[in-house]
């Protein structure tokens, strides 16, 4: 079932542009498929699917043979800075990152990605990216570095 359901997310992410896991999981149903979006998030990992942008305001899902045509690590980021954050502010060892609707975990994963020395890990949500600094002192030259890729 599993394979099948991943075969499925390959064929459909290849033939039509997914804007979310919701219209992911949708698109699973059509084929009757009974799926959740917490199964449908794991299969997205598992997969090691990116997302690409398609606008400046919006990204698709795409398969893992385009994670090798998206630019190194570091330039990703910066793009990814400049097209989709929208605020950033800390609390002592925590960044605190907004982004345009649906970006922050293509963000924190290019963060993460970029192996930041300073960066212990992140956490997404739709819009909102905490990064866990160390040590604290870190916090002002993190900030300043993502205001900076971000203007």
Do not use: C
Not at 105 to 127: F, M, Q, Y
């Amino acid at each position: 079932m599993k394979s099948r359901r991943q075969r499925a997310i390959l064929e459909i992410i290849g033939a039509e542009v997914v804007r979310t896991q919701e219209e992911l999981a949708q698109r699973l149903r059509e084929r009757g498929m009974e799926v959740t979006q917490a199964t449908v998030s794991r299969d997205i990992k598992e997969l090691g699917l990116i997302k690409v942008p398609v606008s400046k305001d919006e990204s698709r899902y795409a398969p893992p043979a385009e994670a090798a045509q998206v630019p190194q690590a570091q330039d990703r980021l910066r793009r990814l800075l400049r097209d989709t954050v929208t605020h950033v502010d800390s609390s002592l060892n925590i960044v605190v990152i907004r982004t345009l609707p649906g970006h922050a975990h293509a963000v924190a994963g290019a963060i993460d990605h970029s192996h930041w020395p300073e960066v212990l890990g992140t956490v997404a949500g739709d819009d909102t990216i905490f990064i866990v600094v160390k040590p604290v002192e870190a916090v002002e030259a993190l900030m300043d570095k993502v205001r900076r890729w971000v203007e």
